[in-house]
């Protein structure tokens, strides 16, 4: 599992793992629009003349934004995926394939698709894009995987499909205890209906 033990508890150790990952992709957000104000032909920052330098024109503009928005995106997707591996239960090897998979996925896709698009890397810098893409999609095919109805059983039991858990010491003194409770209301009833009934005939013999 990967934020929580298999007998509910918290596990100190993957929250820690979640909350520098989830650290890590708010900074990387920060410096990634950071490094992209300046290079705006329309925002405040225009006035440097960075977009002129670098020779952003008109005719690559929207590719440039669809690159920017995949940049900027997959992050908060892999943030999004690190809460859901910490609050839901999964088996132990869907965290382990999962966070270094979307966590190079959305760094590769980030320098990858900014450096094609801002910098005019070439092709290689859109290759290094769309294997960041595959890495995070991957991830997701993982995570779909992982979150099925057989395998969050499983990893909610700690127990295989089709494997009967066996009880602890506690919920066999307990089934113990309310088996010894429920035959003893058993015995209880037909011992009491006679003398009941016992009752009610002396209580007419004395009436005669």
């Given at each position: 599992?990967?934020?929580?033990?298999?007998?509910?508890?918290?596990?100190?150790?993957?929250?820690?793992?979640?909350?520098?990952?989830?650290?890590?992709?708010?900074?990387?957000?920060?410096?990634?629009?950071?490094?992209?104000?300046?290079?705006?032909?329309?925002?405040?920052?225009?006035?440097?003349?960075?977009?002129?330098?670098?020779?952003?024109?008109?005719?690559?503009?929207?590719?440039?934004?669809?690159?920017?928005?995949?940049?900027?995106?997959?992050?908060?997707?892999?943030?999004?995926?690190?809460?859901?591996?910490?609050?839901?239960?999964?088996?132990?090897?869907?965290?382990?394939?999962?966070?270094?998979?979307?966590?190079?996925?959305?760094?590769?896709?980030?320098?990858?698709?900014?450096?094609?698009a801002y910098l005019r890397a070439g092709p290689i810098a859109h290759g290094v894009f769309l294997v960041g893409l595959s890495l995070t999609f991957y991830a997701g095919v993982v995570l779909w995987w992982g979150l099925r109805p057989v395998a969050t059983d499983v990893a909610r039991s700690g127990v295989p499909a089709g494997v009967r858990p066996v009880p602890t010491p506690s919920e066999q003194t307990s089934t113990r205890a309310d088996a010894q409770h429920n035959s003893t209301q058993e015995g209880r009833f037909p011992t009491e209906a006679p003398s009941t009934g016992s009752k009610e005939a002396s209580t007419q013999v004395d009436a005669r």
């Open positions: 599992m990967a934020g929580r033990s298999i007998n509910g508890t918290r596990n100190t150790q993957h929250i820690l793992t979640t909350e520098v990952l989830l650290w890590a992709v708010v900074g990387w957000e920060a410096l990634l629009v950071v490094l992209l104000s300046p290079l705006s032909a329309t925002g405040p920052l225009a006035g440097l003349g960075l977009a002129d330098r670098l020779g952003l024109d008109e005719a690559g503009r929207v590719g440039r934004i669809v690159m920017l928005y995949h940049s900027l995106a997959v992050p908060f997707v892999a943030a999004l995926v690190y809460l859901m591996l910490d609050a839901l239960p999964f088996e132990a090897w869907v965290p382990r394939r999962v966070r270094p998979a979307i966590t190079a996925g959305y760094l590769l896709t980030s320098i990858g698709g900014l450096s094609f």
